[in-house]
């Protein structure tokens, strides 16, 4: 990092400090892997009256409800590396689970709050490698997948082991960093669950959860994949049951353990009794909703034990909560699991966020953002300056129904790793357009449109339809129109030659930074 930054920052936070400190509200970021928002009951979905997330709904209730908040890049670490940073994929290097993230050289979340007077920590998973924990006065966190169970996690010191359910041992030692505080000073707090990522291993007081009880289905769980592109969504590998690639359906993975191996850690399951692929389908459908539903349950009951908590020592009403997950899931929509895919289930991200000083009880926000926009939004609330390098915007104007002054539109969406076609589209509240790639960025393949608003379901393809022919064109615009606000060449597109997916860390101080006229689009 430039020294004249450093200065800059040091001089701007330290007034900020003197003069806002008395305001600077705490921030909890709290956070789930893999969250389906229709598993939410307050997104209203087709299983809304057996989500098991009442602290949840009342969380939104309480405060706002995004609905068309969206990942960029729909995978675990990419979209976590675009959280702390405050951008894309392009730009911090992240575009599949095998680069690292270096914030040596880069002002990156933490960072920018511990300088501005935070005491900050995160736990629970973190799943990045790098140079990318600076900025915590303590954390203790999986750097990959991590256990369910009686976990271990890196900590300053090395390591610390845990007993106990992963997600309740991470809110506990959230309540504990907390209670052991400065009360003169402002925390920000990241408690990141493991949870429900598969393979999707409940604590022992869900097991009944749900016993004797028959799902409803997605609508789309028997999707045929007709009326689309032939190459796109058909060819995600990550179905419920397709008995022509066994070795990626859950139906093998449910009886066998993943890829038919190492056994089901909940027990093996037993469809040797169905020949109908339907009925397969539905029976493994019906058993990966209860585990994953079981992993939500401690999810929202730990988002209560942390609410609750606040409330106890009187920080509630001085609390920015936010509860988000790191991408979408097909929980059985489009007959998937995973979420490698930019149709609307892997993209949407739960949002929801809390602060009774300044967010009115039940606010929803319709309009469009993306986990690009968090980092500065949550800097934005602690009322210190926003790094020129963030590529996003804040959305704390939008919470007060400030929506003239919001200028997001559409978002970029890009796919680089394996399972699935390599893809890349925008997304606007009312269409999206997506373009499967080749071996090269320049070889697109083959497209989908969708009209989200005549069928969300995202089950037909409208973009060889003449009567769209007029949409098409401005959704072409409007991606190349996205493209250069956000500096994204297409040799940087899936497939590109920019790209360097599985390549070492760039060099400290060789971060490519954005001048503050460039945000200004």
């Known amino acids: 990092m430039k020294q004249q930054y450093i200065l800059a920052f040091a001089l701007i936070a330290g007034a900020v400090c003197i003069n806002t400190q008395a305001r600077q509200p705490n921030i909890l970021f709290i ?28 969380m939104a209730k309480d405060g706002a409800l995004f609905k068309n908040c969206f990942a960029i890049n729909s995978l675990c670490a990419p979209s976590r590396s675009t959280i702390i940073t405050g951008q894309y994929s392009h730009e911090h290097g992240v ?46 966190v999986s750097l990959s997948q991590g256990s369910y169970f009686n976990p271990g996690y890196g ?12 997600v309740d041992v991470a809110a506990d030692e959230t309540i504990k960093f907390i209670d052991k505080r400065d009360p003169s000073r402002p925390f920000f707090a990241m408690c ?31 999707d045929d994949y007709q009326n689309r592109f032939a190459e796109g969504v058909a060819k995600n590998r990550a179905k419920i049951h397709n008995p022509e690639d066994l070795a990626m359906s859950q139906s093998l993975w449910q009886q066998k353990g993943k890829k038919g191996k190492g056994g089901n850690p909940n027990g093996n399951k037993d469809y040797s009794h169905l020949s109908d692929p339907k009925e397969i389908r539905s029976a493994a459908y019906q058993d990966l909703a209860k585990d994953y539903l079981r992993c939500i349950a401690a999810v929202d009951e730990n988002v209560g034990k942390l609410i609750d908590h606040l409330a106890k020592i009187g920080e509630l009403e001085n609390t920015v909560i936010i509860y988000t997950g790191d991408q979408g899931f097909f929980m059985g929509e489009h007959g998937f699991f995973d979420k490698r895919l930019g149709l609307d289930e892997a993209m949407r991200m739960p949002l929801i966020i809390q602060y009774p000083k300044e967010i009115k009880p039940g606010t929803v926000v319709d309009e469009v953002v993306n986990n690009v926009d968090f980092a500065e939004s949550m800097i ?8 020129e390098e963030m590529s996003g915007y804040s959305f704390r104007k939008l919470l007060q129904d400030d929506k003239a002054s919001w200028k997001r539109e559409a978002t970029i969406y890009y796919f680089y790793s394996s399972s699935t076609p390599r893809h890349y589209g ?96």
């Open 31 to 58: 956070m789930s892997d893999d969250h389906d928002a229709n598993t939410i009951g307050c997104y209203n979905s087709f299983i809304k009256d057996h989500c098991p997330t009442p602290r949840l709904d009342q």
């Open 95 to 140: 575009y599949t689970l095998r680069e690292h993230l270096n914030v040596a050289d880069f002002p990156s979340l933490p960072k920018v709050l511990q300088q501005g007077g935070y005491q900050t920590c995160v736990y629970g998973k973190w799943h990045l490698h790098g140079n990318n924990l600076l900025g915590f006065d303590d954390y203790a």
């Open 155 to 166: 900590a300053p010191e090395g390591k610390r082991s845990f007993k106990g359910y992963a």
């Open 192 to 222: 990141h669950f493991k949870a429900a990522h598969g393979p999707w291993q409940y604590a022992e007081r869900h097991k009944d959860l749900f016993k004797g009880i028959t799902l409803p289905e997605p609508p789309t769980l028997h």
């Open 380 to 387: 934005d609330y602690a009322n210190l300056p926003i790094p």
């Open 426 to 521: 925008v997304r606007t509240k009312d269409y999206k357009l997506l373009h499967y790639v080749g071996k090269k960025a320049s070889d697109v393949i083959g497209s989908d449109l969708f009209d989200l608003k005549k069928a969300p379901n995202e089950m037909v393809s409208v973009f060889d339809d003449p009567e769209y022919a007029e949409v098409r064109k401005q959704m072409e615009k409007k991606l190349v129109d996205e493209m250069k606000s956000i500096k994204l060449s297409s040799n940087q597109l899936p497939g590109g030659s920019a790209v360097k997916t599985g390549a070492p860390p760039p060099a400290e101080g060789e971060r490519k930074k954005k001048k503050s006229e460039e945000k200004k689009r």
